[in-house]
């Protein structure tokens, strides 16, 4: 039997019989299952590659686990590989595990978006996802007997056969009720928010929250939070607003619904667009997974928080969220690193552009072009070449651009940490203590310090209660103003000279390192690069090396080598291992990862790496960080330099002792091969090894 789907005159049908296996077993792990799905998709002409589809959907299972409960996996991407918005459909037997809590999956969706799918496709694609949450719908899916029924049912989800005439009170009254895909016998899920743009004034009455929910991709499960929240209110008689911030649009709340609600939920794993609006409001954070597994406490939470006056409020100037830790959101450390992170991936591409730039500069002019780079190009042009000719000339106009570009390093850092902290009112006082720091010779340790103040101010300075005729002048004027006076007082008259002389010492006892301290210090750095494969520590190491590159201090170009070479490791003893040594030790998506990790590492990017480590980190992370230690150490001892902070093998004419170089980086790679190569041979993983921690699989910006 046919069925048309709504895209049947924009397109071909997002799931059709060829993309649909049931009952089979595509392998052991959702490594298998995922390349089993991405190559019927390929095969049916949905996508390009598909192994770029495949490494899209890991890519999105690294960031966290698409499990959910009930024996369900959502896996989804978007991808330029991907000519339509498509699904794949798998029933498992035996069962994978997708990292749910209660177990493994025998439903598996993969849902496949273009990189630039129009809002239409998005929305059906998010209506399946919303389906998701009716056991009506997933027991109709174990049900089915072919798949031209599994295609019935979706097709059910994404076009429902139009509702009989309504007068248009009683329409009005139910739309306004719940959404679709929250009333268990219905057959469709409706695609949009759970609002209208001009929903009425909730009439007094039951109780009703607000809620934001978003995740990083915005396909699926920011609406399975939603639809969660939604019906969790109905079980506690409570009424429950959700904005979906998703890749299909957003309606946002009217503010008449958010100002009578008596608590806000926030489900998100990115930041909450236009959070000013819910300043003051007793809330619950979390991230959007625990919506879908947790709706029924959050909803608790939520009730328990509007009848509290201490509890926590969304803070009127902050993007961070509360006054004080809400229920179910991340602690002040972890929140405290994810500011810091902030800064520093604002930061790297100015490091990369500029550092990038200096070091062709080098290429064309020679490293003595730095000195007087700046006078070449003030006072010579196209049609007056200085001594040297056209390159010297190249070379002073590339270094003294990349030069202005590195300038914006600290200044970046600080600006966007106190952003992290007050949102846009810190940027202006942020960046002002960056420049402060510099000025004052207290360079990346007083950017984190001015940037962590600046944040803090402007953040102190919002919440001071003010009339109403000022509050429009608050985030543009007065809080810039003020926090910028506050922070470039304190940074100029109280901590300026602390900071210089922190930054001097720690310059001197750098320079002054030999020997075994030296290589001690690049047994360290090894270490962190390899420990979370661009993490937090990974971005620690690597932020204290640019931050302190210098072409005229040799101290800071090893430590540049011993940072950038170290970072290499991973992906290319991953390659090595995966590819070469002992390839029957992987998965067959591993050894395609593998292949493409020798690029990866070549280039400098240490991610390449994370597929391997999220599958195994009890087994993949120590090995690398051997591998690691190993060629800061070498790197150390042999007295290798680099000018440049980014681009590998292939910024090879910025590094000095090139030859020692390789063979620091060749002994790493093969010590961290070999362990992990023995790791897996001779250590059997157990019950109780769990995927890796998100943190470690942050994936560098």
Partial sequence: MSHSTPDRDSGPQIISEDLISLDTDLGATKEDVIT?????????????????????????????????????AIPHCRSEAVVAASLGFARLAPKVDFGAPDGPADLVFLIAAPEGAGAEHMKLLSSLAR???????????????????IVTLVNDVLAPAPAPAAAP??????????????????????????????????EAGPKHIVAVTACPTGIAHTYMAADSLVAAG?????????????????????????????????ATDVGVKGKERFAGKPVVASGVKRAINE???MITEALRAGMNPSAATVDAGSSGGATDEPAGSVGWGTHLRQVLLTGVSYMIPFVAAGGLLIALGFLLGGYEISGPAEDIVLNNSLGQLPDGGLTTYLGAVLFQLGSLAFSFLVPALAGYIAFAIADRPGLAPGFTAGAVAVFVGGGFIGGLVGGLIAGVVALWISRIPVPQWLRGLMPVVIIPLFATLIVGALMFL????????????????????SGSSVIFLGIILGLMMCFDLGGPVNKAAYAFAVAGLNVNDPASLRIMAAVMAAGMVPPLAMALASTVLRPSLFSEAERENGKAAWLLGSAFISEGAIPFAAADPLRVIPSMMAGGAVTGALIMAFDVTLSAPHGGIFVFFAIGNLLWFLVALAAGVVVAALCVVGAKEFIKPGASDAELDPDVATVAA
């Fill in 36 to 72: 089993a799905l991405s190559q019927r998709l390929a095969d049916a002409g949905r996508a390009t590659e598909a192994d770029a589809l495949r490494d899209a959907a890991l890519a999105r299972e690294s960031q966290s686990a698409t499990g959910l409960p009930g024996g369900i």
């Fill in 131 to 149: 389906a998701l949450v009716r056991p009506a719908f997933v027991g109709a899916l174990r049900d089915a007997k072919t798949p031209g029924e």
């Fill in 169 to 202: 009170a009683a329409a009005t009254a139910a739309a306004a009720a719940a959404p679709a895909a929250t009333a268990a016998a219905a057959p469709a899920a409706k695609p949009e928010p759970v609002t209208v743009e001009k929903e009425p004034e909730p």
């Fill in 234 to 266: 109905e079980r506690a008689g409570v009424v429950v607003h959700v904005e979906t911030q998703g890749s299909s649009g957003s309606t946002p709340l009217a503010a008449g619904v958010i100002a009578g609600a008596s608590a806000v939920i926030f």
């Fill in 295 to 297: 709706p029924d406490t």
């Fill in 494 to 513: 109280v901590l300026g000279r602390p900071l210089a002389a922190i930054t001097t010492g720690l310059t001197d006892w750098l320079n002054g390192l």
